[in-house]
């Protein structure tokens, strides 16, 4: 019998599998197969675990040592080779569960890749080597993620976390003084003047400068299909936070209570907690009680409590709306919208003194 027939190499596995079993079977040692290579014992260990590819010289020496022809080895290198970058099963399933058609759309994915250039993609996208260190990385938030799906919208974690990758990445790239919360907190009186500016070209960038300068990256991303949500919390480091809100609501009522309640996120609670707003999460009582904590720390921030009884007793007309807003120095549509939330007035009534904006 030949030493090639002895082989029977499985090619999905690394060819120095099938040296190991030929060097087992002739009670080879390393040692002196790496002396017969003339190779170094790293060199050898390295060839058997895969890291170390088969050349054309050490196809060569393999034929003089183990026997089998070149062309059986270089054949073994280039099938196993191309094994590893062919998608398998569960790559597949992991594609699937992320909004791949949005991520190529938004241009998030670089170069429009094509077929099997679709996973790498991801993968880099993602900054892991395969789908197991994603999961092994994002194993935390699929799981508490992993919403219920309604008849109006349907809910896919993987969307959801992609949404958050993509702020991550654009707000590692902001400039941002050391975490600040004092000067966060003073910044947040110059940002409430900002609700009054209708165009978002230009309060957009006084308003990142402004939270830039305390510590805190604030990066719009739009939600990719299957993502809800509206605005998340983290910190990128001990010295830096990011502040994350997305195109979901076009309304200024919507946008600058999320960022408020985000704010809020950062100011009140643990540096090591992940806060994603506008998804069907499990929740459990000490998160329901966060969640309620930011949202009256947004409502004290844009109705502050010395304005407080006077918001409660507005009359319903709008002058009378637009002339407290003005006291207040924020945009009449907040005052609207927190009179709907608090069921002051109607959901349908008012909302022409709502601005809506029109994102590039």
């Known amino acids: 019998m030949s030493a ?3 082989f029977n190499p499985d090619w999905a596995s690394p060819p120095g599998e099938t040296i190991s079993d030929v060097l087992h079977e002739r009670k080879i040692s390393i040692d002196d197969f790496a002396e017969k290579m003339q190779k170094s014992r790293q060199e050898i260990l390295e060839l058997l675990d895969g890291e170390s590819p088969i050349t054309l010289g050490t196809a060569r020496r393999l034929e003089k040592v183990l026997g089998a022809s070149v062309n059986f080895w270089m054949s073994r290198e280039f099938r196993y080779r191309e094994r590893l970058t062919e998608p398998r099963v569960e790559d597949n399933l992991w594609l699937q569960t992320l909004p791949t058609a949005d991520m190529l759309k938004f241009g998030w994915l670089g170069s429009m890749p094509k077929g099997s250039d679709l996973l790498p993609a991801c993968l880099r996208f993602f900054g892991v080597d395969n789908v197991a260190g994603w999961h092994r990385i994002y194993a935390p938030l699929e799981q508490r993620y ?7 919208f349907e809910s896919k974690p993987g969307a959801l976390i992609t949404w958050l990758r993509r702020g991550e990445l654009e707000g590692s790239v902001i400039d941002c003084a050391p975490w600040n919360p004092l000067a966060f907190k003073s910044a947040l009186d110059s940002v409430r003047g900002l609700t009054r500016e209708g165009d978002p070209n230009r309060f957009l960038p006084a308003l990142q400068r402004l939270c830039a300068e305390a510590g805190v990256a604030v990066a719009f991303v739009r939600s990719p299909n299957g993502s809800r949500a509206s605005g998340a919390t983290r ?3 001990k010295n830096k936070a990011l502040l994350l809100l997305s195109f979901r609501y076009l309304s200024d009522d919507q946008l ?3 960022f408020f309640h985000e704010a809020g996120h950062l100011l009140l609670h ?14 459990t009582e000490e998160l329901e009680a966060k969640e309620r904590q930011a949202n009256e720390f947004a409502f004290r921030v844009l109705i502050p409590p ?3 009884r006077d918001f409660f007793a507005l009359p319903q007309n709008a002058f009378a709306i637009a002339r407290f807003a003005k006291r207040l120095g924020i945009a009449p549509g907040i005052v609207v919208g927190q009179l709907q939330f608090h069921r002051r007035v109607r959901p349908n009534h008012f909302n022409n003194l709502k601005r809506r904006y029109e994102w590039d």
């Open 256 to 258: 600058w209570f999320s």
């Open 4 to 6: 090639a027939e002895t």
């Open 306 to 308: 010395e304005f407080e």
């Open 146 to 152: 992993s919403f219920r799906t309604s008849a109006s």
């Open 270 to 283: 643990d540096l090591n907690e992940v806060f994603v707003e506008g998804v069907e999460a499990g929740t």
């Open 235 to 237: 910190f990128l480091s």
